[in-house]
């Protein structure tokens, strides 16, 4: 059984870069073929996919959040990291990472998810 668990903190100040980590057990992130993603859900909100890191490094992501997003990833830990620069208050949102099972934009694909972390943008 894959686990996924989000890590990182809970509140990032406007214009600061928001980091977390995801930490993956029951299986690698190098595995073919499967995209390890972010996705999000702001108050009141449907679910957004945020990006994806594959599982031979490439990396896609939102058009709408792409100049802010870096995904990355360390095979040694097992793990991939977000970060998402210049955050505004509307970046407030439950953060999930999830692995997807195939390279799609749909933020319900996944099979696999994290239980999310909050993360609010506020001074």
């Known amino acids: 059984q894959v686990q996924l668990q989000e890590s990182g903190p809970g509140l990032v100040k406007p214009s600061q870069t928001l980091s977390l980590t995801c930490t993956v057990s029951g299986g690698s992130i190098t595995t073919n073929y499967y995209y390890w993603s972010w996705i999000r859900q702001p108050p009141g909100k449907g679910l957004e996919w945020i990006g994806y890191i594959a599982y031979g490094g490439s990396t896609r992501y939102s058009p709408s959040l792409k100049s802010r997003t870096s995904i990355s990833r360390d095979t040694s830990k097992n793990q991939f990291t977000l970060q998402l620069s210049s955050v505004t208050p509307e970046d407030t949102a439950v953060y999930y990472c999830?692995?997807?099972?195939?390279?799609?934009?749909?933020?319900?694909?996944?099979?696999?998810r994290g239980q999310g972390t909050q993360v609010t943008v506020s001074s």
């Open positions: 999830a692995r997807f099972p195939k390279p799609t934009m749909r933020a319900q694909d996944y099979d696999y």
